[in-house]
């Protein structure tokens, strides 16, 4: 009796954790070429990559979405392309370089790092292991900055120019 009961356990247990698991062979990727990239406020960047289909069935672009996360909507938008243009990935085989989507970052964003997490799914549920991009915000130098800094170069040269005549 004892040796029925462990064994009827062992059968629940098999079927309620291990049957469900997705074999690893079963799956998407992709890949991002450049995933951290340095931009200004307002700008939009694109990110291209691969995908590789690892399922057993053939899809196309437009069968598999982005998903992005853990990012800070007031300064980051994103944008899917792949689909747009809409190419076989048939299974077992990875895609030659396309592009995935694009990142906005707002206007009057301050300096820093900003980052996100993407994942790809397909129609079939099946979820890639998660990709994070981060956008590098550098200092950008005020208009009036740069005028000074012009006119002060042009006064030096100018200085120098005149120096050099009177000597001469």
Known sequence: ?????????????FCFIVAPMRSFADSISFTIIDPSQAVTAGQTVQFAGTITNGTSIDLTASDFFL???DYDPAALSFAQLLGLDNFPIPS???????LLFSATL???????????????QDVNDHLSVPVTINLRV????EPETV???I??????????????MNIA
């Open 138 to 141: 550098a200092a950008v130098p």
């Open 1 to 13: 009796m004892r040796v029925r009961w462990n064994t009827t356990l062992l059968l629940i247990a």
């Open 92 to 98: 077992g085989t990875t895609t030659s370089l396309a």
């Open 67 to 69: 998903n992005f996360s």
């Open 106 to 120: 707002a206007p009057g964003t301050p300096r820093g790092s900003y980052s996100a997490i993407v994942t790809l």
């Open 147 to 149: 005028t000074y800094m």
């Open 151 to 164: 006119l002060g170069l042009i006064s030096i040269f100018a200085v120098v120019a005149q120096r050099s």
